[in-house]
């Protein structure tokens, strides 16, 4: 079966970096796309990030446009978010999905698997 495990999570002050990676097992990832999402207390389920392994067609939320990254190890199947210049507002738990054979989208109902979530916390 497919299993994302999500890793990488935890506290930062505000302009710190985390690391989240996404390692993805049971499936290949030709023409898939991998996304991140997160979701705090109050607030909607917000689409993040999102890598498709066929093209590497990207996609960055505004808020986080020249401080994440997305990007690929493909020798170990996993989907890496750089997270730099750490804001309150980043704090969430963060959600691996993918979506097989399918192009980049932002509704999460169209991701068929689902990680179980790494926190992330920016506070001071």
């Known amino acids: 079966q497919v299993q994302l495990v999500e890793s990488g999570g935890g506290f930062a002050q505000p302009g710190g970096s985390l690391r989240l990676a996404c390692e993805v097992s049971g499936h290949t990832f030709k023409r898939d796309t991998t996304a991140w999402f997160r979701r705090s207390p109050g607030k909607e389920r917000e689409y993040v990030a999102a890598i498709r392994w066929s093209d590497g067609s990207i996609y960055i939320v505004d808020s986080a446009k020249g401080r994440f990254t997305i ?54």
């Not at 199947?77 to 704090?91: P, S």
């Open 71 to 124: 990007s690929l190890d493909v020798a170990k199947n996993t989907m890496i978010l750089q997270m730099n210049d750490l804001k309150f507002d980043d704090t969430a738990t963060y959600y691996c999905a993918l979506r097989p054979n399918k192009a980049i989208s932002d509704i999460a109902a169209g991701y068929d698997y689902w990680g179980q979530g790494t926190q992330v916390t920016v506070s001071s």
